[in-house]
């Protein structure tokens, strides 16, 4: 399985700042998922990300909240806008390998006072 | 809209006994299917994939399928403390997405 790093792993930001996650894989993959994890809760895919391509957006999640970036085939980045307490929450970015696996970063958890 | 239903536990077992984790699916459209384990405050890690009906074995651990009844299950043999941990059933949406349950939480005692 590929190594996927996360960045930051953990942060506490105030409301209304917004924070950029970095996701690094040691391999090139077609697709990146970012996928989210509230307290207590499942997972939750926010939008799939392709090289080359805007990212395609899971219903409830918009581009002006969650933009994406993917310059290359190894590396993404996921910002969280204008935050509020309710996006407190475990991102994590993934991949998948050919038999539809997927994988996980260690995940930045994010708390916003 | 597909969901995946898990009971959240907490299913306690003793040590060397058999967990056995329950997971139910409501899209037929769904083939692969998968079990992770997630620690607490760790990201969740795969352990088990399976796509065709019947049992699959890898060590301690055995996902069962039964796509008539939408059913999949994941035995864990002589339980260890160590397996302690929430335990995430996923199926594919046949659109190269997974939908994941809530989680079983399983604690495993001494």
């Known amino acids: 399985s590929a190594v996927i790093s996360q960045k930051p792993s953990r942060d506490i930001c105030q409301r209304g700042t917004s924070l950029t996650i970095q996701c690094q894989v040691d391999?090139?993959?077609?697709?990146m998922f970012w996928y989210r994890q509230q307290p207590g809760q499942s997972l939750t895919l926010i939008a799939t990300?392709?090289?080359?391509?805007?990212?395609?957006?899971e219903s409830g999640f918009v581009i002006d909240k969650f933009p994406i970036s993917r310059p290359n085939l190894t590396f993404s980045t996921l910002t969280v806008s204008n935050m509020s307490p309710e996006d407190s929450s475990i991102y994590l970015c993934s991949v998948e390998n050919p038999t539809g696996e997927l994988f996980f970063g260690e995940g930045s958890r994010l708390t916003v006072l | 809209q597909k969901e995946v239903e898990q009971n959240s536990g907490p299913l306690s077992v003793p040590e060397g006994a058999i967990a056995s984790l329950n997971c139910t699916y409501s899209?037929?459209?769904?083939?692969?299917f998968f079990w992770y384990r997630q620690y607490s405050g760790k990201s969740p890690e795969l352990i088990m994939s399976?796509?065709?009906?019947g049992d699959k074995e890898d060590g301690r651990f055995t996902a069962q399928l039964n796509k008539a009844s939408q059913y999949v299950s994941l035995l864990i043999r002589d339980s260890q403390p160590s397996d302690s941990a929430t335990y995430l059933c996923a199926a594919d949406t046949g659109f190269q997405k997974l939908v994941f349950g809530t989680g079983t939480r399983l604690l495993v005692s001494p």
């Open positions: 399976i796509y065709s009906n």
């Open positions: 990300a392709n090289q080359g391509s805007e990212a395609t957006y």
């Open positions: 899209d037929r459209v769904s083939q692969s």
């Open positions: 391999s090139q993959v077609t697709m």
